[in-house]
């Protein structure tokens, strides 16, 4: 077996859309992760002297760092208007077809910061249900094979 060589992928150029395009957050975002809780009930001790593993539930959520938008429609209005509502999201984090979909519960942001600088809001949303990660296609090196026959 060949031994693959290490990968890594730079964030960026990439795509944030949420509620299909009803906003395009691409260009505000700073930084664009996707990060997972989980919570592990313990053990329970059974009869014959072993133990039953306890339940584990998982929760994604996506987080980040937005300049902040103070016009109509903008993130701040919008996650304003829609606190608490259930809207998809797209995560695109670079060229190429690797994504994340999936539905988001709509946090308002915070509004405001320091003085005579760019202000930024930090977003954390939960998702309602898992995404979906869709990878980037594997390159497979295709073979010629003759077309006439020995």
């Known amino acids: 077996m060949v031994a693959k060589g290490p990968k890594a992928q730079k964030l960026g150029p990439g795509e944030l859309k949420i509620g299909g395009d009803e906003l395009d957050i691409s260009c505000q975002m700073t930084e664009v992760k996707i990060t997972w809780d989980y ?38 209005d919008y996650t304003w208007k829609h606190r608490g509502e259930v809207k998809t999201v797209s995560f695109t984090p670079t060229t190429g077809k690797a994504k994340v979909t999936g539905s988001i519960v709509i946090q308002p942001l915070d509004l405001g910061g320091d003085v005579g600088k760019k202000n930024t809001s930090s ?15 594997v390159s497979y090196t295709h073979l010629t094979l003759p077309t006439t026959p020995y």
């Open 39 to 76: 919570d592990e009930d313990d053990a329970v001790p059974v009869l014959c002297g072993g133990s039953m593993p306890g339940d584990t539930t998982y929760q994604a959520k996506l987080e980040g760092e937005a300049f902040q938008d103070l016009t109509e429609n903008g993130i701040i």
């Open 123 to 137: 977003l954390e949303f939960s998702f309602a249900g898992d995404p979906v990660f869709t990878p980037n296609a």
